[in-house]
């Protein structure tokens, strides 16, 4: 069987396509750099992250975008004819006064590993935009068209370009072709596809929140109209009718099925195998209940599917609620490579499980200057959108256990570095390393922001000495705490117990869609040039266990 979900923590709105026998699949990232993870699977149930598709953060400029802005909603698909991988994906600039201003583009690559192609600009209607190939050889952008007019249903309608390969350009407007399979409201993500004469539009409906769900409609001319699955939603945390439109509010929690483990189902993509098998992504959360907080933001899970003989896509079982286990498919099982637990920063290259917001982690962090060690160069302070040295891997389970060794030596009360929980630049806890003048030397210390407002715990404030320093974050369900060691045998825990619920959605007021992330971090916040040395990063999760 498969365990849901196959992508745990941090990993929305994920889009699946083959080549040959290989599967990939690609998820939003925000802020973060690098950009666009891409999943690999042989067999649909063991993944690798593969490469990224963003690397390059002058060619797509995040700095000093608020949280939940950036990247969103990729579009992966390969073209057979043309032997050609495209992606589509959206920086979203601004969410102000409900505007939504976003900016599309499209690139190309050869191998999945790329290099890819120049970006194209498609348009700024709207987001979630994906490419669709016809058999006929030409090529259609479909996205949300978002309503900002007073006296219109929000967020507004689906919408179709023609888009010219010769001219890299959309040809005319996008015209309006969908306004969803159900009455949830808050339709989104829209991916075309054709089978047997049809095509299909598969979008999101009932907002990114527990209302959510995957809806299908149909229709035998590319442009519309479009008839809705009579079983819509196909897949959902919860099932049943509801009317919505009035309510463009995402979130949603009064949907929140008890029922479930999987909540916030939707937003999907399906894939056919050789076999004849159908296998559906989509994201989910699991939040902690009573509070529904989701720590680990949407998780992407798969569902086994099939088509009907009258061409409806169904789930296999004949339900439509999303399952934690999954009936595998008949592919020969290929296990792959998974991320470590223990990086001793011996490689010669950072791993590619690292993540800083708005910048790559290459532009402060390097595995060169002393072997065995990762140097983190100081940058701004932690709540700056601008260059911060935040070096982050994702949080996969809320029963987790991070440790550090680090040599540090502060100069200035400016200086300072250790070990942070991270949901963004306003939410997040550090333990740190820096220079006390109060004691006239170096001292630790836990720093706290909550919904932007600093908390600098005094109380936990020590002197240490200049030698190397263990840190470690233990994180076990609702509780996350800090320890200390000068010999990385015995820790002495350093401040109050933290609740871990706060890092979600829901709770932090400056972001969402993201996820909670765990790191090393160093701030120089006068000259940008002092650094820490870090000889390992460990990261224990326990996967097994859901949120409770």
Known sequence: MIQNPILPGFNPDPCICRKGDDYYMV????????????????????????????????????????????????CLTYCEEEELFYVVYGVMNSMNARYFDVDNFLITAKDIRGPWSEPVYLHSSGFDASMFHDDDGKKYVVSLEWETREGYEKPGFICIAEYDPRKKEIIGYPKKMWTGGTDRGCIEAPHLTKRNGYYYIMC???????????????SQNVWGPY????????VTSVPGESNERHDPDHLKPKYFNPETVLQKAGHGSYVELPTGEVYLVHHCARPFV????????????????????D??????????????????SSLSEVLMQKTPDFDDFNDDELGNFYYAPRIMPQRFADVKARKGYVRIRGQESRTSLNKVSILARKLTSVYARITTKMEFVPEIHQHSAGLILYYDNMNYINLRKYYSETFGQSAISIIQLE???????????MPVEDIPIYFRLNIQGRKAWFEWSYNGTSYEQIGRVFDTTKFSDEYCKYG????????????DRVKHKHYADFDFFEYIADESRNVE
């Open 311 to 328: 061409g409806w896509l169904r789930m296999a079982d004949g339900s439509n609620l999303a399952k934690s286990e999954v009936q595998e």
């Open 204 to 218: 999101a409906e009932g907002g990114t929140g527990y209302n959510h769900c995957v809806t299908m409609g149909r």
């Open 227 to 234: 008839e809705k699955d009579p079983m819509n939603p196909i």
């Open 290 to 309: 009573p509070e529904l907080r989701c720590t680990l933001g949407r998780e992407t899970a798969i569902q086994k599917m099939k088509w009907t003989e």
């Open 27 to 74: 998820v939003s990232t925000f802020e973060w750099f690098p950009g666009l993870p891409v999943y690999h699977s042989k067999d649909l149930k063991n993944w690798e992250l593969y490469t990224h598709v963003l690397t390059d953060d002058e060619k797509v400029d995040l700095k000093k975008l608020p949280s939940a802005k950036g990247i969103w909603a990729p």
């Open 512 to 523: 969402e869609f993201t996820g909670t992330m765990v790191g090393l971090t160093c701030a």
């Open 451 to 461: 919904n932007g407002e600093k908390t600098e715990f005094l109380n936990t404030r």
